[in-house]
C-alpha cells in the first residue's frame, strides 16, 4: 500500500539555527497539506498546497516558516531561526477527491523536532 | 475562527467496557472525520460523515453525525486493548477548506 514518505523522523537542533523537513506524497495525490502537532493536542494546518500553488498559509508563521512545492510533488518545509516553541511533531499528509466527493487524508510518520 | 472540541481528553476503561467521545463544532459542518493515532504513530483516517443525522458503523466502532451538522459521537462497543489510542474529530466547514482537528481523547484499555 502507497505510503507517504518524510524525512528525517526525528531532528534535534540548536535555537537559531535552521531546519528543513522533506514530504513524498503519494503518488497522484494533487493536495498536499504540512501540520504541526504539540504533545497532547490535535494536529494544526500550517500550509496546504494544490498541486505547486498555495491554497492556504493562513495559520504558517511566515516570518520564520517557509514551505514549497516546485514540481507539485514531493515538498519541502523550512524553519529558519528555530525557536524553543517549534519543538512538535510535523506531520505531512495527502489527500485525493474520490469521484463522490470523499477527501481522506493519508498522514505520514511524521518529523518530531527538539529545538534546545 | 471554527473551534471544535473534545470530551473527555482522557478515558480509562476496562477491556470490554464501552467507550464513548463527543465532539462539537463553533459552526456548521460541510462534513467530519475521525482519525485514530497510536501511541507514537501518526493519525490515520477512520470514516467521513457527510449527511445530518447519518449513522455508520465499523465492526465495534459507530459513528454519528447530528441533525445540526455541528456535533459528532464515536463509540466502541466492548473496547480492546487494540483500541488503545487517542482519537480525533476533525471537521470541514466546506468541501475543500481546512480541516480543523479537536484536541483528541486519549483512550487507554486496562486487560
Known amino acids: 500500500e502507497a505510503e507517504v514518505a518524510q524525512s528525517p523522523r526525528y531532528k534535534i537542533t540548536e535555537k537559531s539555527q535552521a531546519v528543513a523537513f522533506w514530504c513524498d506524497p503519494i503518488s497522484g495525490h494533487a493536495t498536499l497539506y504540512w501540520y504541526r502537532q504539540i504533545l497532547g493536542q490535535g494536529p494544526e494546518l500550517l500550509v496546504q498546497?494544490?498541486?505547486?500553488?498555495?491554497?492556504?498559509d493562513s495559520q504558517l508563521p511566515k516570518d520564520r516558516f517557509s514551505a514549497e512545492r516546485l514540481k507539485g510533488v514531493d515538498s519541502t518545509l523550512k524553519i529558519q531561526p528555530a525557536e524553543l516553541g517549534d519543538s512538535a511533531m510535523y506531520l505531512c499528509?495527502?489527500?485525493?477527491?474520490?469521484?463522490?466527493?470523499?477527501?481522506?487524508?493519508?498522514f505520514g510518520p511524521g518529523t518530531r523536532l527538539l529545538v534546545l | 475562527g471554527q473551534q471544535v472540541m473534545q470530551i473527555p481528553q482522557y478515558q480509562h476503561v476496562q477491556e470490554g467496557e464501552d467507550f464513548t467521545t463527543y465532539c462539537n463544532s463553533s459552526?456548521?459542518?460541510?462534513?467530519i472525520q475521525w482519525y485514530k493515532q497510536r501511541p507514537g504513530g501518526h493519525p490515520v483516517f477512520l470514516i467521513q460523515?457527510?449527511?445530518?443525522?447519518e449513522v455508520k458503523k465499523q465492526k465495534r466502532l459507530t459513528f454519528q453525525f447530528g441533525e445540526a451538522k455541528k456535533n459528532s459521537s464515536l463509540h466502541i462497543t466492548a473496547t480492546q486493548t487494540t483500541d488503545v489510542g487517542t482519537y480525533f474529530c476533525a471537521g470541514q466547514e466546506t468541501s475543500g477548506s481546512r480541516l480543523t482537528f479537536g484536541e483528541g481523547t486519549q483512550l487507554t484499555v486496562n486487560p
Open positions: 460523515l457527510v449527511k445530518s443525522g
Open positions: 499528509a495527502s489527500s485525493l477527491v474520490t469521484t463522490r466527493g470523499q477527501e481522506t487524508q493519508y
Open positions: 459552526t456548521t459542518l460541510s462534513n
Open positions: 498546497f494544490q498541486d505547486e500553488s498555495v491554497v492556504d
